[in-house]
């Protein structure tokens, strides 16, 4: 499938690309990388791209281009956060991506755990921005807080696990870590404290009381310009009463992921969170898949599947929900408002089918699904050999997986 962006780290020498970040293997090097490459390619003419580039002592710089259908290339310092967004003429989202360059690129420094550091959390406390920490497999029972700017690998999903053992605690907390990476985990176990949380409603209570595999509070950020929204891709999170939460003011991109046999997958609890939910799997999540209280979500090529409700609003705010296959939910859209559907089954890509998943933790679609050849991005993504890619979490712009 053709990608919507390829990264390249310059540097003299340049480190050896490793896994599906590209990272840079040189742990203890000392080798710098002087810039970061972002080239978005198969632009359609008409597209626009917007650009907001920060750094640590200037304003944000924003620029639109239109696009003519050549790809464009990004530079950017090792102190640089790149937040690009490609949108079609008429404003529809296409995909965005944010990058704190080095995290999400070739690191000059990688700390090991726990060949050199006992635990995540001293690998963590001890990286600068930039720089990447590598988790060998295993299972842990950490709560981890993140820093800013640094890239927390693990060395795949189904080989490195983080254990609540079922406490109410979250494993890892991104409220302080804008511009930093959570890639390569299952994450399982979390339950609720006592108090405000107990009741099954995630929206109850302020965000703040709950815990989740992933949590992640904004409500100290000042605007995701300077703070860049962090990435969490290619993890599952299987067993959580809650397995990712937003509050107040978060903004973050959510890709290639599997929630699976949570209570609660994605909630975006409270007022003004931003996310680019896309590509992900939801698969028995009992009593809601996505939960969007007042957030702009744009929700695309996702799997939704065997939920009490796939997608439940609780105000005004939507964002794009386009290209999402929705399957055995008691209701696909579920809303406290009396407002117009924010989205039709059979409009915008979005079908009521039965998937045909391969199974057996494998989610890809199986040769006879009817997704399968149904991608809704038009020429955005084709396949190699110029077919429709499928539709949902293995098709569009995003649809290029690590294997978990």
């Given amino acids: 499938m053709a990608t919507l962006f390829a990264l390249c780290a310059c540097a003299e020498p340049s480190p050896p690309v490793d896994e599906e970040w590209g990272e840079g293997s040189g742990s203890g090097s000392g080798e710098s990388i002087e810039s970061i490459e972002l080239t978005l390619s198969d632009l359609q003419p008409g597209w626009r791209v917007t650009t907001t580039r920060s750094t640590q002592h200037a304003s944000p710089v924003e620029s639109t281009r239109v696009s003519d259908g050549a790809p464009i290339t990004l530079s950017a310092s090792p102190t640089d956060v790149v937040v690009a ?31 050199e550091y006992a635990t995540i959390q001293a690998a963590v406390d001890a990286a600068l921005p930039g720089e990447t920490v590598k988790v060998a497999g295993g299972t842990y029972t950490e709560s981890i807080r993140m820093r800013p700017g640094v890239c927390l690998l693990g060395s795949g999903a189904k080989h490195t696990v983080l254990d609540a053992q079922g406490e109410g605690r979250t494993l890892v907390d991104l409220t302080s870590a804008p511009g930093s990476v959570v890639s390569g985990f299952t994450l399982r176990g979390t339950s609720q404290p006592e108090g405000c949380a107990q009741p099954a409603d995630p929206f109850l209570c302020s965000g703040n009381w709950y815990r989740a595999g992933i949590y992640l509070g904004g409500e100290a950020w000042e605007d995701p310009t300077n703070d860049a929204p962090p990435i969490i891709a290619n993890n599952m999170f299987d067993g959580n009463d809650t397995g990712l939460m937003f509050y107040w003011r978060s903004s973050g991109i959510v890709r290639n992921n599997v929630f699976v046999g949570n209570r609660v997958g994605f909630v975006a609890n409270h007022f003004q969170d931003r996310a680019l939910i896309a590509n992900n799997v939801f698969v028995d999540n009992t009593e809601l898949a ?61 079908v009521e089918v039965e998937p045909k998943l391969v199974g057996n933790g494998d989610y890809h679609l199986t040769p006879g699904s009817p997704g399968r050849d149904k991608g809704c991005h038009g020429n955005a993504a084709l396949e190699p050999d110029g077919s429709l890619p499928d539709i949902g979490a293995y098709g569009g712009p995003l649809a290029a997986w690590a294997d978990l």
């Fill in 85 to 115: 967004t490609v949108t079609d003429a008429n404003g529809v989202l296409i995909v965005t991506h944010a990058m704190k360059a080095p995290c999400t690129m070739a690191a000059s420094r990688q700390l090991r755990v726990p060949s």
């Fill in 290 to 350: 996505i939960g969007n209280q007042a957030a702009y979500l744009d929700i695309i090529d996702n799997i939704i599947i065997g939920s009490r409700e796939a997608i439940r609003f609780e105000y005004i705010q939507t964002g794009h929900i386009r290209c999402n296959i929705f399957w055995n939910n008691d209701v696909n859209q579920a809303d406290t408002h009396i407002v117009p559907p924010r989205f039709t089954i059979g409009s915008d890509g979005n």
